[in-house]
């Protein structure tokens, strides 16, 4: 690692010109020889990270020594949390998750907030040291991004990933459509609800409700939730009133008899829930499981981003934490969709069988429906899901973070008992066959990245892979959002003891 640094600094010093000042540290190789000063950004009790005349440095603190009025206290090296994004979501999700944290670390939790900005400190239950200094800034994307490529914050809170930068899941949320209470419009399809948020359609009557102008609400354009949406949509929303925030979002709506938005359903209060379809009438309900199977159309995964930079020891393990059923229940107790894998027995889900009869394409035969619920008879599906990227087969982020929590299952031994099938499905563009190929092919191909993440799993751990094509449909064809609900790979668990049926590998 020294001699790395020394490269570094060597190769630097040919090319940038000496910077005269005093500095806050000297970091000097214990052998001698070679020294470095800059100004000290922090110390994770691993490595100083220091911005020198050569730039940003990491470095390894255990071949160093630290001079100057700056240098840590190496037996209580304290950390700066630096958290960014999503207001609202912020104030309500990080203070349970650290609270979470600290107790599993068996550290104390002070809440040193303030009216306008979440803080908190790490202490050493003995000695009352802090050890970590947390903060979180709301910012929008963009800011957020900003601030981590520029070293200002170590994690962003967003509702979607960014190039360039890491990502980890950390909890899900529903987009809903709401209105006042005394609405009583049955439902709304999401092409008409897609065309309501964009200006299309402005009167009830148009959507099955009464003969009332529709009054859109919705928050700013540059506001995380609105882009979310926007992106879903495909299209800009074009809301006649404009709230600073979803608390006053909802307000507005629920006093509003002929007003609609969209919120995050762990918002929706003093409102009711307007009852989706998609275009050809299957319902699309938030519960739970179809949230985190993102079966829901307007599921919302929430991430922290990362920088592509070492982060701090504390910031690292608190990554790592997220992942445990402590960190999740926090996230379930803060009002949103918890991570944790659910189980549900595939007949409790008769919407499922009554879509597959129903949206049963030309091509799909009466034995391709035998041949699916002979396999579904007994089995449980779990909510780890894997979609793709738009035009590929490529794991999208959300469903990288449940390939990786499938594998820790497996490993933990957590799944013992049950075979395992990675149940492939297709949308109904294109010929059935092809559709049956295609299908089978992306579960073998999340298979191979499930081997790679759990290279210690048994043989007889090993899920079986099976295409399904386009029997059982999520949603309609005709968009663009119900094929991609449609190309899936879900994961079935069957007893051991029950013959499993010859219908692939």
Avoid at 16 to 29: M, N, R
Avoid at 353 to 373: C, F, H, P
């Amino acid at each position: 690692m020294w001699d790395k640094f020394r490269s570094v600094v060597l190769c630097a010093a040919l090319i940038i010109p000496q910077i005269a000042g005093a500095q806050d540290v000297t970091l000097t190789a214990r052998e001698g020889g070679l020294s470095i000063s800059g100004a000290l950004q922090g110390f994770d009790g691993e490595f100083y990270r220091i911005d020198s005349r050569y730039g940003l440095l990491t470095v390894d603190a255990s071949g160093v020594i630290c001079e100057g009025p700056a240098c840590p206290d190496l037996t209580a090296p304290r950390a700066d949390i630096r958290v960014t994004g999503l207001p609202g979501v912020g104030e309500a999700l990080l203070p349970p998750l650290f609270q979470a944290y600290a107790k599993a670390r068996g550290l104390r939790y002070v809440d040193q907030s303030t009216e306008t900005q979440y803080r908190a400190q790490l202490l050493d239950p003995e000695t009352e040291k802090p050890l970590a200094d947390i903060s979180f800034s709301p910012d929008t994307l963009e800011e957020a991004r900003q601030s981590l490529l520029a070293g200002r914050a170590d994690l962003a809170l967003a509702a979607a990933v960014e190039p360039g930068l890491g990502s980890r899941a950390v909890a899900l949320d529903a987009m809903v459509p709401i209105v006042a209470p005394e609405n009583l419009t049955p439902e709304i399809s999401t092409r008409d609800l897609a065309r309501v948020l964009a200006g299309d359609v402005e009167n009830w009557a148009a959507i099955g409700g009464p003969d009332m102008p529709i009054v859109l609400h919705g928050l700013a354009a540059d506001e995380p939730l609105q882009r979310a949406l926007s992106a879903r949509l495909g299209r800009a929303l074009q809301p006649a009133v404009v709230h600073p925030d979803l608390a006053s979002l909802g307000a507005a709506v629920a006093a509003d008899p002929w007003g609609l938005a969209v919120t995050v359903r762990a918002g929706a209060r003093g409102v009711r829930l307007l009852p989706m379809t998609d275009s050809c009438g299957f319902p699309l309900l938030p519960s739970p499981l179809a949230v985190k199977a993102e079966d829901y159309p307007l599921a919302l995964p929430f991430y922290f981003l990362t920088p592509k930079r070492r982060l701090p020891l504390m910031v690292r393990e608190f990554l790592e934490f997220l992942a445990t059923p402590l960190a999740q229940n926090a996230v379930a107790a803060a009002g949103f969709i918890d991570r944790q894998p659910e189980r549900q027995p595939m007949t409790a889900d008769g919407l499922r069988l009554i879509n597959a009869i129903q949206g049963a394409g030309a091509e799909t035969s009466l034995a391709d429906l035998k041949r699916l619920v002979d396999v579904m008879d007994g089995a449980d599906r779990l909510s780890l899901t894997f979609r793709f990227q738009d035009g590929s087969s490529t794991l999208d982020a959300h469903s990288r973070d449940n390939l990786a929590d499938l594998a820790r299952l497996i490993e933990a031994g957590v799944l013992q008992g049950k075979a395992l099938i990675l149940a492939g499905f297709s949308d109904g563009s294109g010929p059935a066959a092809a559709n049956l190929a295609l299908s089978q092919d992306r579960a073998a191909g999340v298979l191979a990245q499930l081997k790679a993440l759990a290279p210690t799993m048994a043989e007889t751990q090993i899920p079986q892979v099976i295409g399904f094509g386009e029997a059982l449909p999520m949603a309609c064809d005709e968009t663009t959002a119900g094929r991609r609900l449609n190309r899936r790979v879900e994961v079935w668990l069957r007893p051991v003891f029950t013959n499993s049926p010859a219908t692939g590998n």
